[in-house]
């Protein structure tokens, strides 16, 4: 059973252009959302983090917008630059729910390619 | 250095041998974690370690062991590597268990024949 889902495997987005990566989860217990980019033949790198008691945290060119009751979350990128060009997943956990679990359940990935 | 390194980059291995892959970090970060990357399954934990002399089972630890016996250190071993423990593996670390941010190293790249 998939707890957090990615289901857009690749996303391609001209240059200047908004990038709009989704994240959807399934599990009422988690309560902190991370996005990570990833390289080819790097390991990823934490890029923004949010809490459930806030529903947007930003960051530069980076928004992600949190909406709890659809357990649903996206990473905005504004404007795209073709440096953006990489893996993006989302991971989450629940940190303060008191469940014990401090690992980090990550989606599959998507590959953002940002057209020049 | 500064961060997290893993040894070796890559490494073609036989079934049926036994490999340890080294992760060292020097943020005297709390946490360790050991994942692998698949294509099409993105990040899974194989083991965690929230502390020094602790260690516990992630989301797919069949076939690996891990040990804690410093802060800095946390290998993986595979004891009789198998063709399906081809992958990607990631070495993370965080200040503590509680899903602080993790911060990964570069990875090791293992292909078993």
């Known amino acids: 059973d998939q707890q957090v889902k990615q289901n857009s495997p690749s996303l391609s987005v001209q240059e200047g252009r908004i990038s709009i990566l989704n994240c959807d989860y399934t599990?009422?217990?988690?309560?902190?959302f991370l996005w990570y980019k990833k390289y080819p033949a790097e390991g990823p790198t934490f890029l923004i983090s949010i809490s459930s008691i806030k529903d947007k945290n930003e960051d530069g060119r980076f928004t992600v917008f949190l909406n709890k009751s659809a357990k649903h979350l996206s990473l905005h990128i504004v404007p795209s630059q073709p440096g953006d060009s990489a893996v993006y997943f989302c991971?989450?956990?629940?940190?303060?729910?008191?469940?014990?679990?401090?690992?980090?359940?990550f989606g599959k990935g998507t590959k953002l390619s940002v057209i020049p | 250095i500064a961060g997290i390194t893993q040894a070796p980059t890559s490494q073609i291995l036989a079934a049926g041998r036994r490999m340890t892959l080294r992760c060292t970090q020097d943020m005297r970060h709390n946490a360790m974690y050991w994942y692998r990357q698949d294509l099409g399954l993105g990040l899974r934990l194989i083991h965690y370690?929230?502390?020094?002399?602790?260690?516990g089972k992630g989301e797919v630890p069949d076939g690996y062991s891990v040990s804690r016996a410093n802060t800095d250190d946390f290998p993986l071993t595979l004891a009789s590597a198998v063709p399906s423990q081809t992958s990607v593996y990631f070495c993370?670390?965080?200040?503590?268990?509680?899903?602080?941010?993790?911060?990964f190293g570069p990875g090791t790249r293992l292909t078993v024949l």
């Open positions: 993370a670390s965080s200040w503590s268990g509680m899903a602080d941010t993790q911060y």
């Open positions: 370690s929230n502390t020094a002399g602790t260690t």
């Open positions: 991971a989450a956990s629940a940190r303060y729910s008191g469940a014990g679990s401090y690992q980090l359940t």
């Open positions: 599990n009422s217990m988690f309560d902190y």
